[in-house]
Every structure is written in C-alpha cells, then in structure tokens.
C-alpha cells in the first residue's frame, strides 16, 4: 500500500510523540483519515470512528495475538463474549468492590504521609494490578511480574520488535500457565481462573490456550486503567478547585472518572481491518487494510464535545469512547470504573491536599499509551 499511496503524516515524528494529544487534534481538522506507512489508516473524527465501530462486519477485529474474544468476529465473538460478561456483572463487582478497597489502603498507609510519592508507581499501578491479580485469585506477589510484562509489551510495540515481543509472550505465557498449574495441583476451582479452567464451548473444555488467550486483553488493559488513574490523580492534582469539588461532593467521582480520561485518555488507538473497499471522509480505503480507531482524537473532537478541552461532569457519558462502542465494547469496563472510583475514593479520604511536586512538565508514555511516565505528587 505505501508504494501507492504518500503518507499524510508519521507517528513516529519526534514533534508528534512529544505531544501526542496536540498532533491529534491538528490531524482531526487538517486530516481526518490520514495515511502512514507505520499505522497505515488513522480515523481522528468522532463520527468516523463511531461509524467503523456501528458496522462490525465491514470492519473487523484482527490481532496478531490468539485473542478471546478481541479477535473474534460476528457469532463466535457473541457466544465468547456471553460468556465472559458474567465475570463482570455488578454482583461479581460488589463482590471484588471490598477487596478493591483494601489494596487501595493498603497503597495510601505505604506513603509516608505527609510527603512526596509517585502517583504511578506507588499508587496507580499497585491498586489496578494487584485488585486485578486478586480478581483472577491469583497470589498478590504476582502483579510485579505482570507490571514488568506491561512495560515491556508496551516498548515492544512501539519499537515494533517482533524478538522482544515474542519473548515477552512467552513470558506472559508462563505467569498464566503458573496460574493454572497451581489450581490443578491444589484443585482451586472457585476464583475466576479456576472457573475459567472449567469453561466449555461447543461441548469442549477451553484450553490452556484459550484461557492464555483470553486473559491476555485483561492484563493487558490493566496497564491502561493504571495509566488512566495516573491521569486522573495528576488533574486532581494540578486542578485544586476540581480536587476540592469532588472533597465537597463524592458524588461526582464516577462522572469525573469518566471525564478525565475522556479529556486526556490513557490509550492512543485500537485497530479493525476492513473485509470490503469503503470510502470514509472521502478518502478511499481498499479490502484488507488496517484502520487505527484514534480513541484520544475522537474524544477530544469539538463536533462531539463543545469545549473539549474543559472537564465538565455533566457531560452525557454516552457519547464517550473511553470504553469504546458496539459490539466490542469493552468487557472489563465495569471492573475498570470500579478501580478507578475506588482509589479516587481512598486517596481523597485520606488525604486533606494533593499537589503537583514540580514545575516541570510531566513526562508523557508514547505509542500506543499516552498515561504519564511519573506523578510526582506532594501529599498532605
């Protein structure tokens, strides 16, 4: 494709990933469907990415990874997903809500309070991986591991190198393969890993495989709600009257949670690959060509959102692409909103001020995040 067609921009410019949200914005007015040879086509309007995730099959899943249900497509994505969902009913929500908690106070009585601490690595990232390891009953020294897997995995797309990234899911391979060599050895069938274990489709039990396949996409993700928590803290610190609204009124937290990373999101893109020729925005895109969905500029476009740049609660959460849309939807946002509510929850009760530790400009991740680096926050 790129022997035909001229790049309308590169992702990999230093100019775009020294500010990623900025280099968005100016796509979505000068170029809306924009072509790259390392991304090839990227939607960056509102109504074009809603429009590719209202029509699953001219635009469909495809990962390079097995992937349950992410890859899957049409009837065998619903019947996957079905059963999937269960996990992650309110019931299973008010269930984990409990345990949430006392990670997430267990991470605020590790401070040393008053003081300094890294809102990422000593707050957002604990509370999203160990409530995750928690969730799937694994041991809580594990999230460790998993944070490693995370960064790694994220460097690895980027620099788009296939030996790190095969090494990384053989790793990954071997911290769920642990998982379930444990349950059968001590016969665990009662923690969601356990339960999957015991999953069947079509009469056939899932395989090893399947569950490595499956649980992938949620560890995976728990990076980004880390990152979208670190996001969070860091306008709550840098925005005192939004910090001292949300003290006065806990019942906004949940539309804040919501807004937050709607205005300033943890995740750059997802992709689909088209199955037919389609026209969008006037640009033709030919069968078998990948599309990254723009999640960051679609959230942020004026056509959808008057004034995006300001966080406002009363926003209509409907039209937000923090989760996605349609069909893919994304299966883990209830357990998502409930970490992020929970730990905005704890960290403001027991804190009475959180302030920015520096003037100095945050340091942003690159492709495919766009969290923060480091949170150097001040906490009273």
Not at 182 to 195: K, L, N, P
Not at 317 to 324: C, T
Request: proline share 5%; net charge negative.
């Amino acid at each position: 494709m790129s022997d035909h067609t001229p790049q309308d921009w590169n992702p990999r410019d230093p100019a775009v990933l020294a500010d990623q949200r900025h280099a968005y914005d100016e796509l979505r007015e000068r170029c809306p469907v924009a072509y790259s040879d390392a991304m090839h086509w990227s939607l960056f309007r509102h109504a074009d990415v809603v429009a590719v995730l209202d029509d699953p099959d001219t635009f469909i899943n495809a990962s390079r990874h097995h992937a349950i249900p992410n890859a899957l497509n049409g009837a065998e994505h619903a019947k996957y997903r079905e059963i999937l969902a269960h996990y992650f009913s309110d019931s299973e929500m008010a269930a984990i809500e409990p345990t949430c908690r006392e990670i997430a106070t267990d991470a605020m009585q590790a401070l040393e309070l008053p003081g300094t601490a890294d809102a990422v690595a000593d707050i957002a990232e604990p509370i999203a991986l160990r409530t995750m390891c928690a969730f799937l009953g694994w041991s809580q020294t594990t999230w460790e591991r998993v944070r490693g897997w995370i960064h790694g995995n994220r460097a690895a797309t980027f620099h788009q190198d296939r030996e790190a990234a095969r090494t990384l899911a053989e790793e990954y391979a071997a911290i769920v393969t642990e998982a379930l060599e444990d349950r059968r050895r001590q016969d665990i069938r009662d923690d969601v890993t356990g339960q999957l274990m015991m999953t069947e489709v079509n009469g056939h039990r899932w395989s090893d495989e399947d569950i490595i396949a499956t649980l992938r996409n949620w560890i995976a993700g728990h990076g980004t709600v880390a990152a979208a928590i670190g996001i969070v803290i860091a306008h709550l610190a840098e925005d005192q009257n939004l910090q001292r609204l949300l003290r006065e009124q806990p019942q906004l937290i949940p539309a804040a949670i919501d807004e937050i990373p709607r205005m300033d999101g943890p995740l750059v893109a997802n992709t689909r690959t088209t199955t037919q020729e389609v026209t969008l925005n006037g640009r033709t895109i030919p069968e078998g060509e990948r599309i990254s969905l723009m999640w960051i500029a679609a959230n942020r476009d004026p056509r959808a959102f008057d004034a995006p740049d300001e966080i406002r609660l009363d926003r209509d959460w409907r039209v937000n692409l923090l989760y996605g849309a349609g069909i893919h939807y994304c299966l883990g946002a209830p357990l998502a909103r409930l970490e992020l509510r929970v730990t905005v929850e704890t960290l403001l009760a027991h804190t009475a001020e959180i302030s920015l530790a520096s003037h100095e400009p945050l340091e942003r991740e690159t492709y495919p995040g766009n969290g923060f680096v480091a949170v150097p926050v001040r906490i009273r």
